[in-house]
């Protein structure tokens, strides 16, 4: 037998008319190599992780991916009952809820000239926009907020239970927390004070009870872990939210199935750019064969993906 009959050839992308993205995830998981390879792979990773209702999803997001556009799709996955966790950055929890409150992100450019667009109360993340006006409103909107839960509760509380609250209270169907908070899917961000709103709720607490608890976090997805009958993950980035996903599964052996995406290199052994591969040494993934990392901006992939797999599910 000739050593090229033991092994799957690469099949040459093909397009055509009308081709949908799901077609066209085909064709590239038919490849079977490089880049395309492994968003075809991702692609029939998510299908199955969305179409199984023992997975309980975790979805973790670092980055700017409400500025970038990505808010809308993660609160349909929300809305459809395909993702039961949500880990993220305070950075993204915070724009959305500007935007619930009215606030919108702009188009502007990586050459902006930065001492100008202070001088015009906006702020920059690469070449997004938004006024320096919507976290005013934003802290003095939280002020309000925090005053309306009752003391007792403010002792002791989780970021995912405050994170309910605002969502309660705010008023945008297309909001993260709002949706979120309907649907009963938690939100956790233990790293909260690292944001807008955490230093914002430090400034309340000064003379008012506060205290938030982030092990109360870490309890609630244990608990989560626990219950789950299988565990998959879509990690949007790296940073903590990724770390804290995959921790968590390690108390159950790890993720069934795990796709990430991300930018960062494995070589300064960071872990924002560590293969998913890498966590299968930690007990964090337990397999090779259901984890894919795709080496990609998110803001483009992650729509991509979820397109093509929702088309499947």
Same mark, same amino acid.
């Given at each position: ?21 799901? !077609? ?14 492994? @968003? ?16 309980? $999803? ?6 700017? !991916? $409400? ?26 929890? +915070?724009?959305?809820? +500007? ?21 015009? &109360?906006?702020?920059?993340? &690469? ?17 309000? !907020? ?31 927390? +709002? ?5 009963? @899917? ?14 914002? !709720? ?22 989560? @872990? ?11 980035? &790296? ?29 300064? &052994? ?42 499947? +599910?």
């Amino acid at each position: 037998m000739h050593w090229g009959d033991l092994l799957k050839q690469v099949k040459q992308i093909k397009l055509k008319h009308g081709l949908t993205v799901s !077609m066209l995830a085909e064709e590239m998981d038919g490849a079977g190599v490089l880049g395309a390879g492994r @968003v075809g792979k991702a692609v029939r990773l998510a299908s199955e992780m969305l179409s199984n209702p023992e997975y309980t $999803v975790f979805l973790s997001l670092a980055g700017p !991916m $409400v500025p970038g556009g990505l808010r809308r799709i993660i609160v349909d996955l929300i809305e459809m009952e395909f993702v039961d966790v949500v880990v993220s950055t305070g950075a993204n929890l +915070v724009h959305d809820m +500007v935007e619930a409150l009215g606030f919108r992100h702009y188009v502007g450019s990586f050459r902006n000239r930065d001492q100008e667009l202070r001088r015009k &109360g906006l702020g920059r993340i &690469g070449d997004i926009l938004i006024s320096q006006e919507a976290f005013k409103r934003l802290e003095d909107w939280l002020t309000q !907020m925090l005053e309306d839960i009752p003391e007792d509760k403010r002792q002791r509380i989780a970021s995912h239970e405050i994170l309910y609250e605002i969502g309660k209270r705010l008023a945008d169907s297309d909001s993260i927390l +709002v949706k979120a908070a309907n649907k009963q @899917v938690p939100v956790l961000c233990p790293n909260l004070a690292d944001s807008i709103a955490g230093f914002q !709720m430090w400034a309340f607490s000064q003379d008012h009870k506060l205290l938030l608890d982030p092990l109360l976090d870490t309890e609630k997805i244990v608990e989560i @872990v626990f219950d789950s009958k299988k565990m998959g993950a879509i990690i949007l980035g &790296g940073g903590w939210p990724k770390h804290y996903t995959l921790f968590s599964t390690t108390f159950r052996e790890g993720l069934d199935c795990a796709i990430q995406i991300t930018m960062d290199r494995p070589e300064p &052994g960071g872990l924002s750019g560590a293969s998913l591969e890498e966590a299968i040494s930690w007990s964090k993934v337990k397999s090779e064969e259901n984890t894919v990392t795709v080496i990609s901006d998110a803001t483009i992939i992650f729509p991509l993906i979820i397109s093509a797999a929702l088309d499947r +599910v």
